[in-house]
């Protein structure tokens, strides 16, 4: 049996793979599975959940609500779609500001001389690592009524002799961007680095000998070049800052609702996991067409695997 | 030799980007040595005393003097046992996922097999889907299944089965395994096959050929993959908020459980203590991928 193993290399590589697949399975497709099944359940009255076939959970996310407060069997309450369209745009806000901070320190660090480089990009992984919630925690510390950012605003105007009262900052829509920015700052940082660092350095020698000026050979040399990196980028940024709820729970308070705090309350608030589930589903699916199109369209690079 | 690297607007953008990078962190860590136990502005450091006094709200001597915050952070019980906790769970799941992941990243770069496509895929569904989404996966799984064998067996009490730090380490698992596989697939991508077929030749059979020559050559992506593992398994908040459960608290879920309620300087103690554990960290993979050329 041995020897017939020995001799196996389709069994042998079977073998190696199976760990792998037990978990694979076992701890994402099945739950997923799972997730869709339970999506077409209904809750039970003890927060359980009562396996049937029915659309009801998407077509509240859509709007159509049964037991309405009016009586009738069924009404229309947006509250579901501005979560989500909230969630799109803040999003694409973040992904938007993230690219123009990130870009022109990307293309600093590419091109700084290589012994300054590591200590860079030192520099970039250490923020990127330290922990979410302490990243966020920081914020709250600056955003607060008595915070650092009041205390130098008050400081100022007081040196200028304007009246001053202090900012409402936390708990704002602007605090939820402003949190989200920074903790995904150094995701679009890594990979437009990574591609700038790439491109042939001879070609900004053939754009100036052919008459390009700095903004023009920007234009149509690094730019272009640069793209696999901010499609990358984009990805890191863009799916997560979907599905997060920590940033708009303590940065936006009961403000700000995301689809992240949708799915989080259904599940330990509300103990409604089949409409959690279903919201769930909604954002794989959002974030998977988002990435699919964007992908197909700007092309992939290997960037997103090293960052 | 190229355009814009005297330019004047990248230089600025730089600094001020790396100053909104690393403000919040340096005001985060200066109150961590905050005389006022309310934290709410800083009012000084906290002299050295034989024994703790308090004014008020103020701390006004400490035997651990400025460092009295990390102090108080040792005798916390709960945090301590979150620590413990996040380190078991981390340790653990970085061993399991970078064996496990290596196995994967030999089988997916030396061998032909069935469903091998298949098992690409799912490796990367983890990395292009919200964390959130595996998340509430794993919860839905694990309380349909434990409610399902808890009804089955008859168990009650104490011995129903329930989240917690196995349902914990095994989801950290599963979201290491394809960043632990990529890592060393990527090291394997680079080196050629042809010292593993002179091994061979020369007589070597596989086991000997792998624990000679391929393990000694993937060493430095497997040591780089165990530590992404180790810290994404440290780092991890939204699928442990998700699949954890009582006693199973870790670091990132007691901090998030914390500040919902009360502000403390512990927290900054805390805080401090993670910054400067993730720049060794840091330090110690560019130190290694610096090795790997």
């Known amino acids: 049996m041995l020897r017939a193993l020995r001799e196996n290399r389709p069994l042998q590589g079977f073998l190696l793979i199976l760990p792998t697949l037990v978990f694979m399975v076992g701890l994402l497709i099945v739950p997923l599975t799972l997730t869709l099944v339970v999506s077409f359940g209904r809750r039970s009255p003890d927060g359980g959940v009562i396996f049937t076939f029915s659309l009801d959970n998407y077509l509240r996310l859509l709007g159509y609500e049964r037991n309405c407060p009016s009586g009738e069997a ?57 922990n979410f919630v302490i990243r966020v925690y920081a914020w709250m510390m600056l955003l607060r009524k008595e915070g650092i950012i009041n205390l130098a605003l008050g400081w100022m105007a007081r040196q200028l002799g304007i009246p001053f009262q202090p900012l409402e900052m936390l708990y704002t829509p602007g605090a939820v961007l402003v949190g989200m920015v920074y903790e995904f700052l150094p995701f679009m940082i890594l990979p437009i680095y990574t591609s700038l660092e790439k491109i042939d350095l001879s070609l900004y020698e053939a754009a100036a000998d052919l008459g390009a000026n700095p903004w023009r050979t920007f234009l149509r040399v690094t730019l272009p070049l640069s793209m696999p990196g901010v499609v990358a980028g984009t990805i890191l940024v863009f799916v997560p800052v979907m599905g997060t709820f920590v940033v708009s729970d303590l940065l936006g308070g009961r403000q700000v609702v995301l689809v992240g705090n949708l799915i989080q309350r259904q599940f330990l608030d509300a103990r409604d996991a089949p409409f959690g589930s279903a ?20 092309g ?8 | ?74 005798k916390n019980r709960e945090v301590m046992h979150a620590a413990r906790n996040t380190l078991t769970i981390a340790f653990t799941s970085t061993l399991i996922s970078t064996i496990i992941g290596t196995m994967a990243a030999l089988a997916l770069q030396r061998y032909e097999f069935r469903l091998k496509t298949f098992s690409q895929i799912s490796l990367y569904i983890p990395i292009v889907i919200p964390e959130i989404v595996m998340g509430i996966g794993i919860l839905v799984l694990f309380t349909q299944l434990f409610s399902l064998l808890n009804s089955l067996l008859g168990l009650s009490g104490d011995a129903r089965l329930s989240l917690g730090l196995g349902t914990v380490t095994a989801s950290h698992i599963a979201f290491s395994i394809p960043f632990v596989t990529l890592v060393v697939q990527a090291r394997l991508h680079g080196f050629d096959k042809s010292y593993e077929e002179a091994a061979m030749d020369l007589g070597a059979n596989e086991w000997v050929t792998f624990w000679r020559v391929t393990f000694p050559m993937i060493l430095p992506g497997v040591l780089s993959g165990a530590l992404l593992a180790f810290t994404l398994s440290l780092d991890d908040f939204v699928i442990t908020f998700f699949t954890t459960g009582p006693g199973a608290t870790t670091l990132p879920i007691y901090v998030y459980g914390l500040l919902r309620r009360i502000i403390t300087p512990q927290v900054n103690a805390l805080s401090a203590l993670w910054v400067s554990v993730v720049f060794l960290a840091v330090l110690a993979i560019q130190r290694l991928e610096n090795r790997q050329g």
Do not use: D
Not at chain 2, 3 to 11: K, L, Y
């Open chain 1, 74 to 130: 069924v009404c229309f309450n947006p509250l579901y779609l501005q979560i989500l369209w909230r969630s799109i745009t803040l999003a694409f806000n973040t992904t938007v500001l993230v690219i123009v901070l990130a870009y022109p320190l990307a293309y600093y660090i590419a091109r700084a001389p290589a012994r300054w480089r590591t200590a860079l990009l030192f520099m970039v992984l250490v923020p990127m690592w330290t």
């Open chain 1, 279 to 298: 919201a769930s589903l909604v954002l794989m699916v959002m974030t998977l067409v988002v990435t699919y199109f964007y992908t197909r369209k700007f």
């Open chain 1, 300 to 307: 992939f690079g290997e960037e997103i695997v090293k960052a």
């Open chain 2, 1 to 74: 030799m190229n355009p814009h690297q005297r330019s004047w607007f990248v230089r600025l953008a730089t600094i001020l980007v790396y100053f909104f990078l690393y403000a919040p962190i340096v005001i985060l860590i200066l109150f961590a040595f905050n005389a006022s136990r309310t934290n709410i502005t800083f009012q000084g450091f906290i002299p050295y005393g034989e024994r703790v006094v308090m004014e008020g709200s103020l701390v006004r001597a400490s035997p651990c003097g400025p460092f009295h915050w990390f102090c108080e952070l040792a």
